[in-house]
DNA sequence: TATTTAATGTGAAAATATTAACAATGTTCA
DNA sequence: TGAACATTGTTAATATTTTCACATTAAATA
C-alpha cells in the first residue's frame, strides 16, 4: 500500500464524504456503480481504486459501508489525528474553518492567527485566534503540522516562511500568490480562478 | 486547437495569473523554466503547452508576456466576455466575490442571490444581491452563464436544479453535495477537505 | 566574425491513468 | 434446487500525460 497515486487519494478522499453521508442515512452497502454515479466517474475506477488498498468484499451486495470507511481512514489519517491552522482570519478564513469543524475526527483545525489585534485573542468562528507573533509558540504547544493560508496576497511569502521555520509539515496555499517551499514539506495551491476559467473554457466549447 | 486535454486548460489559467503579475512589474519576457519553477512543474510541460495552442517565438530570450497572454485569452476568454452568478451570499460566497472582483476582463461575477430577505437587494462585497424568487428573471435579463453554488449543502440540489431550469451553461459547485447536472450543462466542483486531506496524507507518508 | 552557450520546438519513448473484457462467484427467483 | 443474473477483482489493452533527447537557432562572447 506503499504507492498510492496521487489521483486516487484525491478520489478517496471523496469517497469518503459520500461513504459518511451513506452511513449518516442509514445505508450500510453500496455498489461501486453508485459510487461511480455519484463521482461522475466509471465503476471500473472506483473498483480499482478499492482494489490498490486492499479492501475487498465476497458479498455482491456492494461494499460495507462502515468497513470502507475504516479502510479508507487507514490510508489517510494518522492514529493520532492532524492538527492544522489557519493564518488569517478573514472572510475566507472564517468561511474555511466553519465548514470544516466537527467534519472529521482525524484533522482538526486547532487555531487560527492573524495580525490584526482586533482579531487576535479571540474566538473567531469557534476556533482561537492568535496573534501572529505567537506562531513559533503555539504551533509547538498544540503541535500543529500542517497551514493554511488564507491572508492577502502579498503576505502570503513571509507568512509561508514563518510557517516553514515554525516546523509544519503541509501548506494548503488559498492566495494567488505561488509559493516555494522547501522538498520536505508538502505544497498544495488552489485558486478558484482557476476552476472558474475551466468552466469558462467548457462553456464555450459546448456553445 | 480543437482538441486540448483539460489538464492543459487548468495550466494556461494558471500560467496567465503568473503571466498577469509579470505584466503589471513590467516584465516582458519570461523562459519557460521560469514559468515552470513558479509552477512546480517541468519547462518541457511548459513548452509543449505552449506549443499545444500554438504560440511560438524565435527569441532566445523567451516568451513574450503580452504576446502569451493574449493567446491564452483567445483559448479561454469568449470576445463578450462570461457572466457568473453566485448563490448564497454567505461567509464564502463574500470572500469569492471579494476576490474575483475586478480581477479579469473577460469574466465576472455580476450578481448573487439568496433566500435571506435580510440580504437580498443589497449590495454585497460590491455586487448586488437578488432574492432566489429572481433568479430566472435575472438570469436572463444580465445573461448569466455560470452560477457558483454556496448555501448550505441541504439546499444545493435544489438550487442546482434551478440554475439549470433557468438555463445556465456551468456550474462550479463549492458545497460538499455532489450534483449532477444534465450533459449540456459543464460541471465542475471543488471542496477543501479533499486539498486538506491529501496534504494530511502527504505529510504522514513524509514521516 | 567565429565559437560557444543556452533556449525553443518536437518526435519518440516512458510513465501514468483509465477502460475493456472477462473469469469467478454470490444472489435472485422460476 | 439450479438457471439466469449481477457484481466484484483483475489482467490486458488503450488512452492520456509527461519526460527524454536532440536538432535548430538566437544570443552572448571571445
Ligand atoms: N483561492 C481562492 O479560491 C480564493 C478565494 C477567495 C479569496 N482568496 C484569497 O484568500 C486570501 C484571503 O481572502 P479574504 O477575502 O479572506 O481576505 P480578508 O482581507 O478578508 O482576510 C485577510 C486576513 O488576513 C489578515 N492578515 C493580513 N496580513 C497578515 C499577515 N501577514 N499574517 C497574518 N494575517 C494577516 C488580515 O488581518 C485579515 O483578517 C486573499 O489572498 C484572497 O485573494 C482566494
Ligand atoms: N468547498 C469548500 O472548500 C468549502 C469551504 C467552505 C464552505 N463550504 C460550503 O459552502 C457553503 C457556504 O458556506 P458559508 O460558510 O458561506 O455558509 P453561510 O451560512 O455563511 O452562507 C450560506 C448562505 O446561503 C444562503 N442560502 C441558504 N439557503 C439558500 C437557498 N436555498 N438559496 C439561496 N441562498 C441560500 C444563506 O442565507 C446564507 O447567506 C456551505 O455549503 C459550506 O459547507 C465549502
Redesign the pocket.
Known amino acids: 500500500m506503499n504507492k498510492l497515486?496521487?489521483?486516487?487519494i484525491g478520489r478517496l478522499s471523496e469517497y469518503r464524504r459520500t461513504l459518511l453521508i451513506c452511513l449518516a442515512k442509514g445505508k450500510t452497502h453500496i455498489?461501486?456503480?453508485e459510487l461511480a454515479n455519484l463521482h461522475h466517474?466509471?465503476?471500473?475506477?472506483v473498483?480499482?481504486d478499492?482494489?490498490l488498498i486492499g479492501?475487498?468484499?465476497?458479498?455482491?451486495?456492494?461494499?460495507d459501508v462502515k468497513a470502507l470507511i475504516d479502510v479508507i481512514a487507514q490510508i489517510i489519517d494518522t492514529d493520532e489525528g492532524l492538527n492544522a491552522a489557519v493564518i488569517g482570519a478573514g472572510n475566507l478564513g472564517r468561511a474555511i474553518i466553519t465548514y470544516f469543524n466537527g467534519k472529521r475526527t482525524k484533522l482538526r483545525i486547532a487555531a487560527s492567527f492573524d495580525v490584526d489585534t482586533e482579531k487576535a485573542n479571540r474566538v473567531i468562528a469557534g476556533v482561537k485566534c492568535y496573534p501572529m507573533t505567537d506562531l513559533n509558540k503555539i504551533v509547538k504547544e498544540l503541535n500543529i503540522r500542517i497551514g493554511i493560508i488564507t491572508v492577502p496576497p502579498e503576505d502570503a511569502v513571509s507568512v509561508a516562511e514563518n510557517l516553514v521555520n515554525s516546523g509544519i509539515k503541509g501548506i494548503l496555499n488559498y492566495t494567488s500568490t505561488p509559493l516555494s517551499v522547501p522538498q520536505n514539506v508538502y505544497l498544495e495551491e488552489y485558486d478558484m480562478i482557476t476552476s472558474l476559467e475551466k468552466v469558462a473554457y467548457f462553456v464555450k466549447q459546448k456553445k
Chains 1, 2 share one sequence.
Not at 466517474?41 to 475506477?45: D, R
Not at 479492501?55 to 461494499?63: D, P, Q, R
Open positions: 497515486p496521487e489521483k486516487t455498489f461501486s456503480h466517474i466509471t465503476a471500473v475506477q473498483r480499482r478499492i482494489m479492501y475487498s468484499t465476497t458479498l455482491k451486495k456492494g461494499y
